[in-house]
């Protein structure tokens, strides 16, 4: 890609990616704001979502006020929350737009502009940008998709299949997917998927044994008499992140020097566009463009990065645009490309929000979601109780609703300290709100999510919040394996990032009293990636949990002591 710094800058000048919007109502046929009416630009067209985690109807969702960079990170993005996101893409404070990039304001704003999301919703858009670009538009599904809901699960991501093939997905890649199984991941792909015309792409899953390609690399398709190649990335941590029993004959990983040589491969069949869809999360991208050369666009998703502009990064023999399209069915990237004489010369580029509430559903996706979720409708609506306070999970180091898993798990487990993954996948409820069997879901529902109580030494505690803390706050982001870091209850510590690995966690108290490194404590916890016997679920403890409080408030979740953070722009205290 042959872009000057000067030309790039321009064209996002042009593009309006993150300038004020008009809004105003048009036919119900349509999206009911301008909003969404971007003029088609140059030739050829993609649309992009990822990690929706299984979200089929509309939800709200809080963006993180807590997402910390490091080392060459510190200050960029995707590592900006609140002010000053708004201040680096020129974004309105008060607009739509700041709701719907940041934490600010959150219940205020989300009762005033209401949820977000919904597969009915995103169908009309996308026919909408389809029938303005005909011939010309490729649809993008980063992964994530078949886990985060209740049906998903326990349809084994059926419900999120068949809403793919509704929508019209024409390639795809994976991450949570793999958490239900190779034998599953490869029923769906070959036959659903297959069936289905979505085409599932990796080129960094291989066979342990023989190191044959499990997926196919890349395809080569032509849109507009442009012959465009696009690459998989699945998530290259997957058996480190997630069990790896569940693909014990697959190896994963990030593997630049065969990146390149798809690369090569595909410029070599005449691709005059090179499309990397990537489930590596966006600092990882970031890395592998300087690194990798031949790709015109990364596609990324995984770190759940909302980011109103793309990055241009520069490498030994050109550029290379890096976006990333937020989460939880909350955005579609929209991005025009002008390729002239065999090259891309210039893009026009939207994150579009998806407010439901300004979009007329789909009939046909509307009515196929309700018809997926009706066996499991009253198990779904069953009220556990009322939250008091806004309940939410994103951020680096806890949200309030990770805060009431570990009270539950304290509560219930009868346990001195508890330990709660750092996912980043979880719908948002406001003051008032019913917990539903459904929101609670929306939490915890995974195939390994046995709660287990267990004696570990002081010892075992430091290393444990060491090893999570460097997967998260390491300076390389190819050490960083995505996720954010466990939330504790029962206990306390402070963490400091100028340190290195070993150094940073210091001062660990429980009940006061600092953590004894030889002393054993009782440890309530969930989702271990280790092989263990099946016992009670951690939704069954969470709901046990409620029903018996019937109402609760958690005014603020639990924020380490941090040192090195006070001119981060990733952190925004509330």
Known sequence: MSLTRREFLQMLAVAGTAAGFVFKTSAASKPSSVFYDIPP??????LHFTDCHAQLVPTYFREPNVNIGVGNAKGQPPHLVGEALLRHFKIAPGAREAHAFTHLDFEDAARRYGKVGGFAHLATLVKNLRASR?????????GDTWQGSATSLWTRGQDMVDAQKLLGVEITTG??????????VKQIVDNDLKKGHIEFLAQNVSDTTWGDLIFKPYVLRELNGIPVGIIGQAFPYTPIANPRYLIPDWTFGINDDHMQKMVDEVRAKGAHLVVLLSHNGMDVDL?????????DVILGGHTHDAVPAPTLIANKSGKTLVFN????????????????DGKLRDFRYRLLPIFSNLITPDKEMADYIEKARAPYKLKLEEKLAVTEGLLYRRGNFNGTFDQLIIEAMLAVKDAEIAFSPGFRWGTTLLPGDAITMERLMDHTAITYATSTLTERTGADIKRILEDIADNLFNDDP??????DMVRVGGMTYTMDLTKKYGKRIQDMRQAGKLIDADKKYKIAGWASVQPIERGVPIWDVVAEYLRHQRTVKIDRPYLPGL???QTNPGLARI
């Not at 005909?134 to 980063?142: A, C, E, F, Q």
């Not at 937020?326 to 390729?339: M, P």
């Open 41 to 46: 630009y140059g030739n050829l067209t993609l």
């Open 134 to 142: 005909p011939k010309r538009t490729l649809l993008l599904d980063g």
């Open 175 to 184: 991450h949570w997917e793999f958490t239900y199984g190779a034998e599953r």
């Open 287 to 295: 890395k592998m463009a300087s690194r990798v050369t031949g790709i």
């Open 325 to 340: 399209s937020g989460c939880n069915g909350k955005f579609l990237s929209v991005l025009d490309l002008d390729i002239k």
């Open 478 to 483: 190819y050490y960083q394996q995505g996720g």
């Open 563 to 565: 040192i090195g953070t």
